[in-house]
């Protein structure tokens, strides 16, 4: 669960009037759905802060996702009428521990608890939940990541071509083109390294 609070929202319906500050919910709404998954839940808002549910994500992702979220708002400029509008959101990630009977109203309002009384105003919070669930799951991807190393390189002093390949392909195929274009520099520098050797 992603819980964003905009403290310009109270200043602005003084200065621009409720109406417009309605507007502006409705085009943040329809921005952020430009930028989240199908499976997501609809934006909502409770109590002046706007919640988004992100079903199936882990906390890493979640943590993730509220970066690029929280960047992409801060850099968009909102039109009203002749008012431009930016904003500096903050966002809180919450996350439910699977062992714990917290409703869906708990985890919201836990997660706005974190909002108002973290005093560190940075952009992106994680609650001490999300904070935990992150750190398990990187400490579950370092041993991931070492498990594939380990494995790859009993598969290359084997040299066992045939499960070197049906190892690394399934993944160099959900590769970025960039990642994929500089893993083939290395492979190339890889083969001229060692052409430079067998010549020597």
């Not at 994500?57 to 009203?80: D, I, N, V």
């Not at 799951?137 to 049906?166: G, M, P, T, W, Y």
């Amino acid at each position: 669960m992603l819980a964003v609070h905009f403290s310009e929202l109270l200043g602005l319906a003084d200065e621009i009037g409720m109406d417009r500050v309605v507007q502006l919910r409705q085009l943040i709404n329809r921005f952020i759905g430009k930028h989240k998954r199908l499976e997501d839940a609809p934006v909502s808002w409770h109590q002046g802060y706007l919640i988004l549910t992100l079903p199936g994500t882990s906390a890493r992702g979640a943590a993730a996702a509220a970066q690029r979220l929280q960047q992409s708002l801060r850099k968009h400029e909102f039109a009203l009428d002749e008012y431009h509008v930016c904003l500096q959101p903050r966002i809180v990630v919450h996350c439910r521990d699977p062992e714990s009977k917290d409703t869906p109203r708990d985890l919201l309002t836990t997660a706005l608890g974190v909002l108002k009384t973290d005093a560190s105003k940075a952009p992106v919070i994680l609650s001490a939940r999300a904070e935990s669930a992150s750190s398990e799951e990187d400490q579950a991807a370092r041993q991931c990541e070492a498990s594939l190393a380990l494995q790859l390189e009993k598969l290359v002093s084997q040299n066992n071509r045939d499960d070197i390949l049906q190892t690394l392909t399934p993944a160099m195929s959900r590769l970025d083109e960039g990642l994929r274009l500089q893993l083939v520099d290395l492979l190339l520098e890889a083969s001229l390294a060692h052409s430079r050797l067998a010549s020597q």
